[in-house]
């Protein structure tokens, strides 16, 4: 790796490679380590790459506060959450969260605390596979809510809500990567979490909507009218063309998503409330939700997302195969 000289007054610099400035932690740092030997001079650091602590309190609150205190720590990079509270029954409360977070495990259990580490990590490629699964799982969240609207039938609700535990799983692990790993350029990190945000958002509406129609139905109201279903099935439809943008690099499919958003949102929404029944309100209400939030999503940027993070899962593949030949030949050596 060659750097070129840069002269000053009464000295010269060389730049340093980003990468090996954060992979070792210093951005922030004032100095490191110079070593003459001979001809050569070697650059070193005692900083490693830390493993960041955090100490939580968990009193005077309830399990959705618990959950977002615990999540929080997660997202932010946090490699040890030290975990207080005075009552053993949040203990089950912060189980539950931490079966939603992959790579993490309680690794030490007191009467009135318990450490939480991060055990492990999926590599760069894994997390390529995880942000597909998790769009294509919110695919077959909709499908599901559908099929029920067509059988007027919403007693599976337990499915459901597995269903969206996994999405958030995926989601909560793909925002921590990207954060930790460097998954892709800062600027792009900014949208790729807003766009995983957005996704469980989307999700949420599907499962909502699930949710209220599973209590209507023991009123047995009557079945959704055809156009009402047809005005959801339009707004899936935007989900799509999103699909095709995110996985295809395909921005024509933003105008089409614009099209049809301002269609349903802005024109024939307003229109359907009026003399409907309580179920297509609520069907009503969250297709236009969905349809919003997956317009937000489908913004030009979106093209390009996932042809990054193809190019550096590729790139960092590579770079572990050139380090296994290297530790190869230095056995052989040894």
């Not at 931490?98 to 450490?115: H, M, R, T, V």
């Not at 930790?180 to 599907?206: G, M, N, W």
Request: glycine share 2%; hydrophobic share 40%.
């Amino acid at each position: 790796m060659k750097r070129k000289l840069i002269k000053q007054k009464s000295a010269f610099t060389i730049t340093l490679p980003i990468d090996w400035i954060r992979e070792n932690n210093l951005e922030n740092a004032e100095e490191i380590e110079l070593t003459q030997e001979n001809n050569s001079i070697l650059i070193s650091t005692e900083s490693k790459p830390k493993n960041l602590k955090k100490t939580i309190n968990l009193n005077n609150g309830d399990e959705h506060y618990y959950r977002i205190l615990i999540e929080n720590g997660y997202l932010r990079g946090i490699d040890v959450l030290n975990l207080n509270y005075d009552d053993e029954k949040v203990f089950e409360i912060i189980q539950n969260v931490i079966s939603n977070l992959i790579g993490f495990e309680i690794i030490e259990q007191k009467k009135y605390s318990c450490l939480i580490s991060q055990t492990a990590m999926p590599t760069t490629d894994e997390f390529e596979a995880i942000i597909q699964r998790l769009i294509y799982l919110i695919e077959y969240l909709s499908q599901q809510t559908l099929d029920s609207i067509n059988l007027n039938s919403f007693n599976n609700l337990k499915k459901f809500e597995k269903i969206i535990a996994d999405i958030r799983k995926f989601s909560l692990f793909c925002r921590r990567t990207i954060h930790k790993q460097k998954i892709v350029s800062r600027t792009d990190e900014v949208f790729l979490d807003l766009l995983l945000e957005r996704l469980v958002i989307t999700a949420y509406q599907h499962y909502f909507m699930y949710e209220k129609l599973s209590k209507l139905n023991e009123k047995k109201e009557t079945k959704v009218r055809k156009e009402i279903i047809e005005h959801y099935m339009q707004s899936l439809s935007l989900y799509e063309k999103f699909k095709k943008m995110f996985f295809k690099n395909n921005a024509k499919e933003f105008f089409e998503i614009n099209k049809i958003w301002n269609k349903l949102y802005m024109k024939e929404s307003q229109k359907k409330f009026k003399n409907c029944s309580e179920k297509e309100s609520i069907i009503l209400f969250h297709s236009m939700n969905h349809a919003f939030e997956v317009f937000l999503m489908a913004q030009p940027n979106t093209t390009e997302l996932y042809e990054e993070i193809q190019k550096l899962a590729k790139k960092w593949i590579y770079l572990q195969k050139i380090e296994e030949l290297y530790l190869k030949f230095l056995n052989t050596l040894s």
